[in-house]
T-cell receptor, first 106, second 113 residues
Framework: KNEVEQSPQNLTAQEGEFITINCSYS?????LHWLQQHPGGGIVSLFM???GKKKHGRLIATINIQEKHSSLHITASHPRDSAVYIC????????FGTGTRLQVFP | GAGVSQSPRYKVTKRGQDVALRCDPI?????LYWYRQALGQGPEFLTY????????KSGLPNDRFSAERPEGSISTLTIQRTEQRDSAMYRC???????????FGPGTRLTVL
């Protein structure tokens, strides 16, 4: 069993739909990261959170420390949101989930 | 300012050769991390530094892999006697301090023939 698990592995949506990607972890963490990997391969950090909720534009990340669970939400999804979304648990190093491949169609 | 840069961006080498991959972190960033990402997989941790001190090298696959950051800035990941299974994208990231947001470089795609 991986220490960081994501679901779903693949996700397709129509433009405008509300998207949720889930991340569960089994290790003790000091923070959880959400990353976006573009089709071209570049990785961008979206959020780093250790409690509660953060919002940036149409992206919202939440974390429940007691349940060891985090979610990434995308409101009003757009084709340009198509990417692989990766959660990573920070202990003294990042432990990555396997990623969720999102495709948003017009 | 400039982001994290890595060189070369692409490296093709023959099995048995040594390769050195370079990472230039964001200026002033204390922590520097090396990751490896196989095609279709998520990144996996290799090693990291705070300043020039290597804090954790538990992710290095074997003793053919080594890394250094002698002056606390630029880092080099060296793979000796490369093997085909070493083919992957090698990514570097830096953060202002340990546990801060990490900024990723573009990666070096290594292909071992």
């Amino acid at each position: 069993k991986n220490e960081v698990e994501q679901s779903p592995q693949n996700l397709t949506a129509q433009e405008g739909e509300f998207i949720t990607i889930n991340c569960s972890y089994s290790v003790g963490i000091s923070a959880l990261h959400w990353l976006q990997q573009h089709p071209g391969g570049g990785i961008v950090s979206l959020f780093m959170l250790s409690s509660g909720k953060k919002k940036h534009g149409r992206l919202i990340a939440t974390i429940n420390i007691q349940e060891k669970h985090s979610s990434l939400h995308i409101t009003a999804s757009h084709p340009r949101d198509s990417a692989v979304y990766i959660c990573a648990a920070y202990t003294d190093k990042l432990i990555f989930g396997t990623g969720t491949r999102l495709q948003v169609f017009p | 300012g400039a982001g994290v840069s890595q060189s070369p961006r692409y490296k093709v080498t023959k099995r048995g050769q040594d390769v050195a991959l370079r990472c230039d972190p964001i200026s002033g960033h204390v922590s520097l991390y090396w990751y490896r990402q196989a095609l279709g997989q998520g990144p996996e941790f290799l090693t990291y530094f705070n300043y020039e001190a290597q804090q954790d090298k538990s992710g290095l696959p074997n003793d053919r892999f080594s890394a250094e950051r002698p002056e606390g800035s630029i880092s080099t990941l060296t793979i000796q006697r490369t093997e085909q299974r070493d083919s992957a994208m090698y990514r570097c990231a830096s953060s202002l301090n340990e546990a801060d947001t990490q900024y990723f470089g573009p990666g070096t795609r290594l292909t071992v023939l």
